[in-house]
């Protein structure tokens, strides 16, 4: 699938910067922090035109052509119809057919004509009602990439028509085409994962290296074709430090990292993966010792119309220190209540599940909290895992009840202070599509030298500039899907993740204005800590996004791309 790629923009080339990426990133863990480096860095640069591993390319090769006499050739008489027949026989003509999805809703369709040197009719019958027709003065072969855009993600065939009219002769060729785009539908949060209780797979904690298999389609009502799934994969009872990595496959991507452990720690992260061709994503336990896994599936997507993102800059919706969003003060161990989400911090009526960063804070014992849709009993999942005095923040996609709220509950027996951003959201009038790739896709490390940038942490107080997109002043994605990571901690802080006002020529014209501090936090460290969690974020009209180190002291960061959303 030529979907975005890693590219050198030649305004940087020209600019003198050299983007030259790490041959050996790994997953993130404390190392030894390196010297300061720039806090504006090239990034990522997925541009169009070029494949990131877990890319696909349909095909329909010129063997499969089906030729025949072209109707009404133009011969009045029985003589002249039959010889006009018997010049169709020996006319070759055939099509190849190859695509590739280059955005969410697009398909670039490359046509390959070989036949007698003669003028030919082409109709392309896109699958969706739409037809292009051209004329082509063929010299024998009539090689051209057509791009279409699909108002609606889904399946389609493609149907190409060729008509030599002047040796009578007709070819057609088809392929079967589906949209790199999957749109979301909610799931009640439910348990498809336990080793400690051998649900869905052994009972017994996956080994050092190891991993298991979670079959996906089929399970709690996920339907067979689903494309990606939304997660909530939790390490316990892990005996050494480590990282889980969540892909469709068993192998590859030994680079990037989902979430991160040490010993005796409980730790969620919210994980959105592509689910392989057996119908199963694979977890994989990257430390040397064996831990138990969990994972609550809380929403999937396919190829079919159903709900598209929207993110939104960074809402609080929720304070109980502040008595924002519900009652002020603590929430009692084992109490619930209820969230106003529905038409209220930019979510529409009618949106049918919320992006949140859903933080635990102040906690007198250890716990979790869990959030689900209104009107319903609480379910045996959690969303966020907390200790003992422990700041600590998840990504949480969450259903919206019929009424328009969300519940969320305390699942410690003692009291804990509850703060969520909205994000994000999910309805029906939106065509937001994620295109997701097979697995966590390194991009930075600011450990290690990349993409033009030295080695070095962020300095505290400041912000790291990323550019994610190519050059661009009209970024055509509407959001990211990032993996974020931040190690090497000597103090408390957060971090926040944002859209960038500026584009990257900006930034090399040293014309970039100051972005606006956010309050939001994305995720929360403490002294020595190693964090992970999943961002949802804007890049803005440039594609570029802002990392900002909200502590008093420099941190590391590591993040990785899932995914991206879009409507064309």
Wanted: charged content about 15%.
């Amino acid at each position: 699938m030529r979907n975005r790629r890693l590219v050198v923009s030649a305004a940087l080339v020209a600019a003198g910067v050299v983007l030259v990426p790490t041959a050996a990133a790994h997953a993130a863990g404390p190392v030894t922090p390196a010297a300061h480096g720039a806090t504006a860095s090239p990034g990522a640069n997925p541009g169009k035109g070029g494949t990131l591993p877990g890319g696909k390319t349909f095909s329909s090769p010129a063997d499969r052509t089906v030729r025949t006499p072209l109707p009404g050739s133009g011969a009045g008489a029985a003589g002249a119809r039959a010889q006009a027949q018997d010049a169709s026989r020996d006319a070759y003509l055939a099509i190849d057919l190859e695509t590739t999805a280059p955005t969410a809703h697009s398909i670039d369709l490359r046509t390959l004509v070989t036949g007698e040197p003669t003028e030919l009719d082409i109709t392309i019958a896109w699958g969706d009602g739409a037809t292009d027709r051209l004329t082509a003065a063929s010299s024998g072969s009539d090689w051209r990439n057509t791009v279409h855009k699909y108002a609606k993600v889904g399946a389609y065939a493609v149907t190409v028509t060729v008509k030599d009219t002047t040796n009578g002769v007709q070819a057609v060729n088809q392929l079967d085409f589906v949209t790199s785009g999957s749109e979301y539908t909610p799931h009640a949060p439910t348990r498809l994962l336990d080793t400690r209780a051998g649900l869905g797979a052994a009972q017994a904690k996956v080994a050092g290296r190891g991993a298991v298999a979670l079959k996906v389609a089929g399970a709690a009502k996920v339907p067979a074709g689903v494309r990606a799934v939304a997660l909530n994969v939790t390490a316990t009872n892990a005996t050494g430090a480590g990282h889980v990595v969540v892909q469709p496959r068993s192998y590859g991507f030994d680079e990037g990292s989902n979430l991160n452990y040490v010993a005796g720690q409980t730790v969620a992260n919210q994980v959105i993966v592509p689910v392989g061709e057996d119908g199963s994503v694979q977890l994989i336990n990257g430390g040397w010792d064996a831990v138990d896994l969990i994972a609550d599936v809380t929403g999937y997507f396919t190829a079919s119309t159903a709900s598209g993102y929207t993110t939104l800059d960074p809402v609080r919706a929720v304070d109980t220190r502040e008595g924002l969003g519900a009652a002020k003060g603590q929430v009692a161990g084992y109490g619930t209540f209820g969230v106003d989400i529905a038409g209220r911090g930019g979510v529409p009526k009618g949106a049918t599940a919320v992006a949140l960063n859903l933080t635990a804070t102040n906690t007198r014992a250890a716990g979790h909290l869990t959030a689900y849709p209104s009107g319903q009993a609480a379910p045996a999942t959690s969303s966020v895992n907390f200790a003992a005095g422990q700041t600590v923040a998840n990504s949480v996609i969450v259903p919206i009840g019929p009424d328009g709220k969300i519940t969320i509950r305390n699942g410690s027996w003692d009291r804990a202070d509850v703060v969520a951003d909205v994000v994000g959201y999910y309805s029906t009038d939106s065509r937001s599509a994620l295109v997701s790739i097979g697995g966590p896709y390194r991009i930075m490390d600011t450990r290690k030298d990349s993409w033009g940038r030295k080695a070095g942490p962020i300095p505290a107080r400041t912000f790291l500039p990323v550019r994610l997109d190519a050059d661009t002043t009209n970024s055509d994605i509407d959001g990211w899907v990032l993996n974020t990571t931040v190690t090497n901690t000597t103090g408390t802080g957060f971090l926040s993740v944002a859209a960038d006002p500026n584009t990257w020529p900006d930034y090399l014209k040293g014309t970039a204005v100051t972005p606006q501090r956010p309050v939001s936090s994305s995720l929360n460290w403490t002294a020595g800590a190693t964090v992970p969690n999943l961002v949802q974020t804007s890049g803005g009209k440039g594609g570029m996004v802002d990392f900002w180190n909200q502590g008093w002291q420099d941190i590391d960061l590591v993040f990785d791309l899932l995914g991206w959303y879009q409507t064309v």
